[in-house]
């Protein structure tokens, strides 16, 4: 068995070998200025002017505008302070709003200013948008093939419609952050800057609901040192494989005992985030347990900084009342302090603060509601035990000198009695925020109309652990536009949407970032209020960009907000990712609901490009692996366990196809961890599945990062899967657009998953990456390399 102790040795000696190669590409990657990179560029050509002495936030946004360009056109423009050529000019304008920005075209001059250097960065990632390529947190999408690069004519003015705009993902399962680490979080910053948002936003469960998260500490002052390392602690972790969970996969069980191949994704049976890399599946000693919450500190303070260097605000927060763990309570006792007294709910709220304080950048503290609040009715006491929690951490927020603000949020927006109460009993400075009530299958509270005068932010579901779970497809444009229309109605100032994954979710994604700037499309009237609004306009954008067919969005604009129900959501424990009880109903009548999947395949011959293809295929997976759930589901309920088996196969199948992200990964562990999926499909049938994989060849890059800070090495993890073990991967680099390629071997880790690691560069970088399989198959990684590479951008912030 390959532990996660074990890769980790394997891991310092793949770093030890590349240590002496690595230091030759850091001096070819350093070699080549910006300037001299551009060498199409003659006098009296385009150029992107950006003032001596720019912020870094504008550096940036040239840079980027530089990246886009020469990815769609070939052009490499080089970047000057003073130019009399044609020019991409970049500008910092206070007559402006601080988020807003203009791009203008004046004498063969492209101005984007901005009221801020972020809203200048912002104008850049529109003016980039306009070139087709288009942003998503998975990843960026850009076309297939070159376009001629003619400066264009443009006069044009945005402003946010919410000052605060963003992502609330989720944890507690291994769909969401759990798995993240330092590179996912900077990946995500990365995205969320590109699509003009600005907020991230984390909850932590506390000990029993269902588990201590290590997100949120809870101890005393003193309890740590001065860069925020706890002394002592308790035991608390992210999800991983080897420990049962209370809801989503909840059994346990090794990778490398997962079936048709899907153990190759994995490189130890105890999947995890790197804090929790050998303390899994709990940490034991009291060292282990100060470990995990002090890697996690690490982790926040490298991602938060690199997230403020983007203009990012974070939040993180636990549950109200405080839930203190057992441990905690019993020092406290030892000390002849009473837990439940408020003086030591004080202290305690007090060192919460004075660790983050120490540890990490944050912007907000929230307070999270009772789950309770959306399912039962009025309980007036509790309101008042909540409302006094909230008031001891006012207080002690107030005693350290907090630099950060403190907000209420919840499942929902306020207690049954009266959802908008928070406004009456809490001061005007602190936000007030709150899901969609029922999982996100109600529409935005309008009871934030009846708040006055402080931050409101509203938070829709982006995807719903109760419809389709988060074990299929949900597309939701639709909805994500009603909803943003409604919390601008109730004059909410923050918009942001919970989540869990990342590319099957990207339209509706794409779609909450875009309402959150433009509203120009049609808007429910008062008498009229569907859960969702018209979308083809947005679909037909967003078709044609990833796939070159804009014909295509039509079949997505017909199911958005109506995709059959393929999973059983109906209680728990089927709740999030629901599970696959048999129906009764015959597969010929279920049939015609998915006949959207035939009208996605029969665009196939249509689709041209390497980029396009790889979406169009991981889209027709997708949707073929949705409709092969409701199949296997009806079959279950027959006695023919061979077309069981053949189903069940053909299901994991287009799920392995279309495995790309964190996210997908974590619905292969659902499959397996969940007891209602795998195993209860085997127990029908009576088998073992079978172990090899039997697809096509595969090379992809879970996390994307695209910006780095200078100074920083790119550590690749890259999944190279095949019938057969891949015999070599390795990752071509380059400054951008310029010189011979570097090679950088892979090191195999263990399984399918390789890695490489980009010594740091002084400029920006391309590469890509090629496999070497046994039946003589060469896969790329992206699919549109050497054509189009993966960039990285290289920041420096002051």
């Not at 909540?386 to 630099?403: K, R, S």
């Not at 869990?500 to 120009?520: G, H, K, M, V, Y």
Request: overall charge neutral; charged content about 20%; some cysteine.
């Amino acid at each position: 068995m390959l532990t996660r102790r074990s890769f980790l040795s394997a891991l310092a000696a793949v770093m030890a070998a590349a240590k002496v190669e690595g230091a030759k590409l850091a001096s070819a990657l350093g070699a080549v200025p910006p300037a001299a990179q551009a060498a199409s560029y003659t006098p009296g050509s385009k150029v992107i002017l950006c003032p001596a002495g720019a912020p870094p936030l504008v550096r940036l946004a040239a840079s980027e505008i530089r990246r886009y360009i020469f990815q769609r056109t070939g052009e490499l423009l080089p970047i000057k302070a003073t130019a009399a050529a044609k020019a991409i000019a970049l500008q910092v304008d206070t007559s402006l709003q601080p988020q807003q920005y203009r791009l203008q075209t004046h004498d063969n001059t492209l101005t984007i200013s901005g009221g801020t250097p972020v809203a200048v960065l912002y104008g850049a990632y529109h003016f980039v948008e306009k070139l087709g390529v288009r942003f998503y947190l998975h990843g960026d999408v850009i076309p297939d093939g070159k376009i001629p690069f003619q400066l264009p004519v443009l006069d044009e003015a945005h402003t946010p419609l919410f000052p605060l705009r963003g992502v609330n993902p989720w944890g507690s399962h291994p769909f969401g952050f759990d798995a993240w680490g330092a590179d996912d979080y900077k990946a995500i910053f990365t995205q969320l800057a590109k699509l003009r948002m600005n907020f991230l936003g984390l909850h932590c469960y506390p000990e029993g609901a269902p588990y201590a998260e290590p997100t949120v500490w809870m101890g005393l002052t003193g309890d740590f040192d001065q860069q925020g390392r706890v002394k002592t602690s308790y035991v608390s972790h992210y999800y991983n494989t080897l420990q049962k969970g209370q809801w989503g996969p909840i059994l346990t069980r090794k990778t490398s005992d997962f079936s048709f191949g899907a153990a190759q994704l994995f490189e130890s049976d105890d999947w995890a985030p790197p804090v929790m890399a050998g303390h899994c599946p709990l940490p034991v000693s009291p060292d282990d347990c100060n470990d995990v919450f002090n890697r996690t500190g690490l982790q926040f303070r490298d991602a938060f900084t690199f997230a403020r260097q983007l203009g990012m605000k974070t939040a993180m927060g636990t549950e109200t009342p405080m839930t203190m763990p057992k441990v905690l309570q019993d020092r406290l006792k030892a000390q002849g302090k009473d837990p439940a007294d408020p003086a030591a709910m004080r202290e305690v709220y007090q060192g919460i603060f004075r660790r983050i304080m120490a540890t990490h950048p944050l912007d907000y503290f929230w307070l999270w509601t009772p789950e309770g609040w959306q399912w039962f009715g009025n309980n007036i006491e509790e309101y008042k035990k909540v409302l006094a929690d909230i008031h001891l951490a006012i207080e002690a927020a107030a005693n350290v000198g907090a630099p950060f603000k403190l907000a209420t949020s919840g499942w929902v927006l306020g207690p049954a009695h009266d959802r908008a109460v928070f406004d009456a009993d809490l001061p005007k400075n602190l936000p007030m925020s709150g899901l969609s009530q029922m999982l996100g299958t109600t529409p935005v509270d309008p009871a934030f109309a009846r708040i006055q005068g402080r931050d409101k932010w509203a938070i829709p579901w982006l995807e719903s652990d109760y419809f389709n779970g988060l074990g299929a497809l949900q597309l939701e444009a639709g909805r994500m536009r009603r909803d943003a229309a409604d919390a601008l109605a109730y004059n909410c100032n923050g918009l942001m949407g919970l989540h869990w994954r990342t590319e099957i979710i990207s339209p509706n994604i794409s779609a909450l970032a875009q309402a959150a700037w433009d509203q120009s499309w049609s808007k429910p009237t008062a008498a009229e209020k569907p859960r969702t609004l018209p979308c083809d306009d947005f679909y037909a954008d967003w078709a044609q960009a990833n796939f070159g067919l804009a014909d295509i969005g039509k079949v997505f604009a017909a199911i958005d907000g109506k995709v059959p129900q393929s999973v059983d959501c109906t209680g728990l424990p089927g709740c999030p990712s629901g599970r696959l009880t048999p129906d009764k109903t015959p597969w010929k009548e279920v049939a015609p609901k998915y006949e959207f999947v035939d009208q996605l395949q029969a665009f196939s011959s249509r689709v041209q490009g390497a980029g396009n293809l790889a979406r169009f295929h991981y889209w027709l997976s997708t949707f073929s692996y949705h409709r092969s759930i409701a199949q296997l589901r009806c079959a279950l309920a027959q006695t023919d366990t061979a077309e069981i088996a053949r189903i069940y196969g053909e299901t994991y199948g287009y799920l392995l196809a279309s495995v790309n992200t964190p996210g997908a990964l974590a619905m292969v562990v659902n499959f397996e961890n969940h007891d209602g999926w795998s195993p209860l499909v085997a127990q029908q049938v009576k088998q073992a599945w079978p172990s090899t994989y039997t697809g096509a060849p595969r090379l992809f890059v879970p996390t994307v990062r695209s910006l780095a800070s200078k100074g920083e090495a790119i550590t690749l993890k890259l999944i190279a899967l095949d019938k057969q073990p891949v015999k070599s991967v390795t990752v071509k680099v380059r400054p951008l657009g310029q010189g011979p390629w570097q090679s950088i071997a892979a090191t195999h880790v263990a399984r399918a998953v390789w890695q490489a690691k980009i010594p740091p560069a002084l400029h920006d970088i391309e590469y890509h990456a090629v496999a070497e399989c046994a039946g003589g198959q060469k896969p790329v990684w992206p699919p549109t390399a050497p054509d189009i590479n993966q960039a990285v951008i290289v920041t420096e912030h002051s």
